[in-house]
């Protein structure tokens, strides 16, 4: 396997629950061709089973949360700043960031979604599929702007959504595809 030529990019990933595309980046980072280094996980939820996995790991794992988004964003800031983190990836992370943070991150913070975006951005995404009969769905990894679920597409994978299938069993497809493309994404951003 090729190895990356450059530096790997100090990495922060954001979590808040299950954390399996935490743990699909991890290995993803562990290997030769991989751009990123996870330097730091962050999880505005102390009880995310994604920071068990991060703990495990021995990765650098910080929790906390605030009512305020600007004051749970200065101190994370801080802490950004001082490792260096040139790439935030959010992970399933359920804090919307302000205008402000991503401004300071501008064209460095990506997300994963469980839909082919432009359509259904939000929650409940695989619900609302299988309600209006889709007949494909996916998942996209795109750049973080101001709106949600709305900056640039970096790389998405379309699947067939079955007929009569639950919501349970194509979550699960999704899941398996996101675990794929996440890394593709990021090595699709720096070649
Ligand atoms: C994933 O489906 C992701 O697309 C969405 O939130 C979920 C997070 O899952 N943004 P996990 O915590 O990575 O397992």
Request: net charge positive.
């Amino acid at each position: 396997m090729k190895r990356y030529p450059g530096k790997q990019i100090n990495t922060a990933i954001f979590i808040s629950g299950r954390g399996s595309n935490l743990k699909s980046l991890y290995n993803f980072s562990k290997k030769k061709i991989s751009p990123i280094i996870i330097s730091l996980v962050f999880s505005n939820n102390k009880s995310a089973a994604g920071l068990k996995y991060a703990k495990k790991k021995n990765l650098n794992l910080i929790y906390f949360n605030d009512k305020k988004i600007k004051v749970l964003e200065n101190k994370l800031l801080k802490i950004l700043n001082k490792k260096k983190i040139k790439l935030i990836c959010l992970a399933g992370f359920m804090k919307i960031l302000s205008y402000n943070f991503i401004k300071k991150f501008k064209g460095k913070i990506i997300n994963i979604h469980p839909s082919l975006l432009p359509k259904y951005k939000g929650l409940n995404t695989h619900y609302r599929v299988l309600q209006n009969n889709e007949a494909y769905t996916g998942c996209t990894v795109h750049f973080v702007n101001h709106k949600l679920d709305s900056g640039k597409i970096i790389l998405q994978k379309k699947i067939k959504v079955f007929r009569n299938e639950s919501v349970k069993k194509l979550s699960k497809r999704v899941l398996i595809e996101e675990h794929k493309i996440y890394p593709k994404a990021i090595i699709k951003i720096f070649s």
